[in-house]
């Protein structure tokens, strides 16, 4: 367990609730209302504007920028676009998450015009997701379809398969020149240079929908503070800790998946640097 990396990490927690940035989040209809809860849960300020008439004022505003592709439409398009042009002018770090990029053209296209036409500090997705942008660059050769906005079977992170993996998000982030962030059983983190593996969560995070998105708006808040490595390496153990906790709650209670997600929300809410030193798992390779 890399102790420095935990360390900045409480410190980024902390500071989130202090400062309460503001988190303009394009996102999807599926889980608009999640994820602006979410990022008031760990102390940042939502702001979910669709309108392309009102983008560049909005990021300029703003302290982060995320940008979620899950229900596309013409207009939204214009207005991400818009967004991350401007984000990028004025120096303001800004979180891709390509759901399902690599089943559509609508959702192949709008990424990769994005990172072509501007700088995100941070593209999160399942790893079909991840090597389905690597692919459009030429990274990789080919890569596996998604099942709807699900990682494909052959692209499940597990003990077997987690040293190519790391590998190959360490490449792709290396090649793009920003931080990976992919999910899955085991969580794989890194900016081309350094590569976190991170073993928290629970399987019942899959049985509600929104926990990515949510994961991508919080994202989003700690990266308008902090570095995007630690921001993402802190994000995503946040996120799973509380969905670990939540879990445990919700199986002693004998409950279901609409009584985690309100658990999910509440313990992302009481996070703490206590809290996630007593669970969070982890290991610097």
């Known amino acids: 367990m890399s102790d420095s990396i935990i360390e900045k ?17 394009i996102t999807n209809v599926v889980t608009v209302k999640d994820c602006a809860n979410a990022v008031l849960a760990v102390g940042g300020s939502p702001i979910m504007a669709n309108a392309p008439e009102e983008a560049e004022e909005i990021v300029t505003l703003a302290n982060s920028l995320v940008i979620n592709i899950g229900t596309l439409t013409t207009e939204q398009i214009k207005t991400m676009k818009k967004s991350a042009k401007q984000a990028t002018i004025m120096g303001k770090p800004f979180v891709l998450d390509p759901v ?12 990769i015009n994005i990172i072509k036409e501007s ?3 941070i593209i999160r997705g399942n790893l ?35 040293e ?16 990976i962030a992919v999910s899955g059983p085991i969580d794989i983190v890194s900016n081309g240079k350094e590569v976190y593996l991170l073993k928290n969560g629970d399987a019942m995070m899959g049985n509600i929908t929104g926990t ?4 991508g708006c919080i994202m989003g808040a700690y990266v308008a503070i902090g570095d995007p490595l630690i921001a993402a390496v802190t994000a995503t153990s946040v996120m799973a800790i509380a969905g670990e906790i939540a879990s445990q709650t919700t199986k002693f209670n004998n409950q279901g998946t609409g009584s985690f997600g309100t658990y999910l929300i509440d313990e992302l809410s009481k996070m703490n640097p206590e809290t996630f030193k007593e669970y969070v798992n982890i290991i610097k390779i």
């Open 164 to 179: 190519i993996n790391a590998q190959i998000v360490k490449n792709i982030a290396e090649k793009l020149d920003t931080t």
């Open 212 to 215: 990515g998105c949510m994961l």
């Open 9 to 25: 990490s409480t410190d980024l927690i902390e500071k989130l609730r202090q400062d309460n940035p503001l988190t303009h989040c």
């Open 100 to 111: 399902g990029v690599g089943i559509s053209k609508i959702r192949n296209e709008t990424p």
């Open 128 to 162: 079909s997701e991840i090597k389905a942008i690597a692919m459009f660059y030429g990274i990789l050769e080919e890569f596996t379809t998604a099942k709807g906005v699900d990682v494909a079977e052959t692209d499940i992170i597990n003990d077997e398969t987690l």
């Open 119 to 121: 700088k995100p500090a």
